[in-house]
């Protein structure tokens, strides 16, 4: 199967692993035709080259550096791919399929990110994009959980955060804070990547003020490139779309109704 143009499967050295926090990772790896072509909101496919799992991963894209060719992924052990993706260590070589999808529009001129847990990720590389003209909301259970707080500073105006103890920042979610900050703020678009139950409501509070959301999905994905249709989903005026080719960065109204 012939790759679609913009994209490349490369076998990519390991530049750095390194453990964030509880069970959650940053991984580099040097790949200059994928951090040449990547755009904030798309993935890769990862396929670890020791035999230890048999199908690629999809991992978000939460940063890509055009000058040295190093493209970073920040993800969580979850299961068996993940545990042997955590296992790599600098020199290692890794394949990676990408960049995959479609991102978000980086011409909004103050965009507002929302993130939650892991979805944190790929919206880093949104903010950084964006060269300082976004703010970022982001929530947690606990304190701990926004270590985040420091890979997006620099990146971004403001940070507001929402810890479901109050151990940090507003007690509740970020669909509790989030009609404050829309209301108070001139915010022109609103990118939002996490749980969809999180997502659903950030959407239906966007549309309340009148504010344009787009939304990051996260399907089991087989190929990446449409093939499998394991990704597929139904969209609000009944067609169906691929998350892997289609999306994963939709508008909130085409897939929430």
Known sequence: MALPKKKVAIDAKVI????????VFKLVVEAPEVAERAEAGQFVQLRILNGSCLLRRPVGIA????????????????????????????????????????GFDIKAKKPLIVGGGMGLSPVLFYA??????????????????L?????FTGKVQDIFCTTDDGSLGTKGFTTTLLPELLA?????????????????GIAKIAKEHGVRCQVSLEKRMGCGLGACLSCSIDTTDGQRKKVCKDGP????????A
């Open 16 to 23: 750095s692993q390194q453990a964030l926090y509880d069970h």
């Open 63 to 102: 940063a890509a550096d055009k000058d040295k060719g190093t493209v970073a992924f920040i993800y969580r052990v979850v299961g068996k791919g993940t545990t042997a993706l955590s296992q790599l260590k600098a020199g290692d070589t890794i394949n990676v399929l990408g960049p995959l999808g479609h």
């Open 128 to 145: 950084a994009a964006m060269e300082g003209k976004a703010d970022v909301l982001m929530g947690g259970k606990t304190a701990g959980e």
């Open 147 to 151: 270590f985040w707080q420091d890979l």
């Open 184 to 200: 108070k703020k001139d915010y022109d678009l609103v990118v939002a990547c996490g749980p969809e139950i999180m997502m659903k």
């Open 249 to 256: 960065v939709f508008e909130a109204g085409e897939v929430f």
